[in-house]
């Protein structure tokens, strides 16, 4: 596929006249302060609130104006007035997105890489905005690993259930049932985030010699900054955002509603929206291969008028990968370049969450906390492109590679001296009780426990609760800890079972039964433990 990194101008028509003009930043600001009730001043949204000037924009007057044929890849995009708000179509799509609230927005990224963004308005008709390619994705950022004593994540935690499918994803849908925002988030006080994954697909799984056998990295970077692995850690992803960290911010009790695209390390955004806690009840996610080349991102709060979505391109993501390509880091004759150019999304996330922490929590029963006790997900259901011949693809998942928690996970951050691991195995023999890298004289000893100790109880308890059918895609899934309960004696309605090594108790009790010489900090571990 050959494509110009020029930006071109962005084709669009304004079908009316009367229609609300706005930039990119104020639509963003609006839509959140409308859902939230807060003032555009306090309506922040995370890396999408970036000032970004509405440029290149065609108008028309005339109702009669088409959208001049299209393409199957959002070469053109049009919005009509209607009595309630407008249309949003994009190509040839023959079902126009209607939006007739002002709890609705929509980012379509054009050919080019410019974007239109169009959201209900409080006056009618619609605000809509355009932005040139050179501000709809965000500049690739930089690895830098944590450093002691400096702001940055004492402990960042990628984990859920992933597979590989034996085909192109068509379309995949899920719905989170009541989201909790974890109860360690508190006031606010504490800088933490938490991202919760509605779906989220990847081209492919990393090849094995990509990767150490035993899933240890002494330095994040070299994982999270490898460019080789480029096009295997860009992802579409959906999801619901709470905290002050880690780009993030969402005051105390409210998520963040968002839809996000990250191609070679660079990011683009749906408009977002800030939702209660409390207003959230069943929020549906899809992703969906529109045609060929053209991909949908949606977000709906079930039961409301609240809507979100981003619609993408394939040319458009091109831009970025050949752009990477031209730069040195994607060699046209690679393989991960094939996958780019040939529009491979085989890579499943379902149940899916990331937690940043960036500083030491006051105590180890907060380690838990951190955790959503049980995360719902129903109504799973994954469809893949058929074979060449029409037929369903059989069996749909690699074999050796199905839904599971066992891939699923990355940690990484100052607890563990900035290295990085992906396999539970390697992490519990390094960080567990006792662990080979786990110097019992260090103060973190303990709360390196608790936190290998938490994320496998964790685990187990998630897989216990898969309940996912291959004949039919279909299935559900929590996310939550082994021997959880729910009681409506508990706070939000769920009782997480205490892990014995975050208890001040049982290190006390250590402290008193370890072989001398014992460690300095358990001097002062009933208060700080």
């Not at 922040?44 to 199957?72: D, F």
């Not at 693809?393 to 996970?409: A, C, E, I, R, S």
Request: include cysteine; hydrophobic fraction near 35%.
């Amino acid at each position: 596929m050959k494509l110009s990194t020029a930006a071109a101008a962005i084709n669009i028509n304004i079908i009316s006249s009367t229609l609300v003009h706005a930039s990119a930043s104020s639509v963003r600001s609006m839509q959140a302060s409308i859902l939230t009730g807060k003032s555009r001043k306090d309506a922040k949204t995370s890396k999408s609130a970036k000032t970004k000037a509405a440029k290149n924009m065609s108008y028309s007057s005339s109702l009669e104006q088409p959208c001049n044929g299209g393409t199957p890849n959002a070469g053109t995009t049009c919005v009509k007035q209607t009595a309630n708000g407008c249309e949003l179509q994009v190509g040839p799509d023959p079902f126009p997105t209607k939006i007739d609230s002002q709890q609705q927005g929509h980012v379509v990224i054009t050919n080019d890489g410019s974007s239109v963004e169009v959201s209900g308005s409080i006056y009618g008709g619609c605000n809509v905005a355009a932005v040139q390619y050179k501000d709809t994705f965000d500049p690739p950022g930089n690895c830098s690993p944590p450093n002691p004593g400096t702001p940055g994540a004492w402990m960042s935690l990628w984990f859920g259930a992933v597979g590989v499918s034996n085909s192109n994803i068509k379309s995949f849908n899920a719905t989170i049932v009541d989201p909790i925002i974890p109860d360690f988030m508190g006031d606010g006080s504490v800088s933490v985030s938490y991202r919760q994954w509605g779906v989220a697909a990847q081209p492919a799984a990393l090849p094995e010699d990509f990767t150490t056998e035993d899933g240890y990295y002494e330095e994040a970077c070299k994982f999270e900054g490898n460019t080789s692995f480029g096009v295997y850690n860009s992802v579409f992803q959906t999801v619901l955002a709470a905290g002050n960290a880690d780009d993030i911010a969402a005051p105390p009790g409210q998520f963040m509603l968002n839809e996000e695209i990250e191609i070679f390390g660079r990011n683009a955004w749906g408009l977002g929206t800030l939702l209660s806690q409390e207003s959230l009840g069943k929020v549906f996610f899809s992703m969906e291969r529109e045609t060929t080349d053209l991909w949908r991102l949606t977000s709906r709060v079930l039961g409301t008028s609240i809507e979100t979505s981003l619609t993408f391109s394939q040319d458009s993501l091109m831009l970025i990968f050949d752009e990477a390509a031209m730069n040195g880091d994607l060699p046209k004759n690679s393989t991960a370049y094939k996958l780019a150019d040939e529009n491979v999304w085989k890579w499943v996330f379902v149940p899916y969450m990331k937690k940043e922490i960036n500083e030491v929590p006051k105590r180890l029963a907060d380690i838990p906390r951190t955790f959503v006790n049980i995360s719902k997900y129903e109504d799973v259901h994954i469809e893949l492109e058929p074979d060449k011949d029409g037929n369903p693809v059989t069996p749909p998942f690699n074999t050796t590679q199905k839904l599971g928690y066992d891939d699923g996970m990355e940690i990484t951050g100052e607890l563990f001296g900035g290295a990085l691991y992906l396999n539970f195995t390697t992490l519990h023999a390094d960080y567990g009780l006792g662990g080979n890298r786990n110097d019992v004289a260090d103060s973190l000893y303990p709360w390196r426990v608790c936190v290998v100790e938490s994320l496998l109880a964790y685990k187990r308890g998630s897989e216990n609760s898969m309940d996912f059918n291959y004949d039919t895609m279909s299935g559900s899934f929590n996310m939550t800890f082994e021997n959880s309960t729910e009681s409506s004696a508990c706070a939000s309605g769920v009782c997480a079972p205490t892990i014995q090594t975050c208890t001040t108790a049982y290190w006390v009790e250590w402290c008193l039964s370890v072989s001398a010489p014992t460690p300095e900090w358990c001097m002062s571990a009933a208060d700080t433990l």
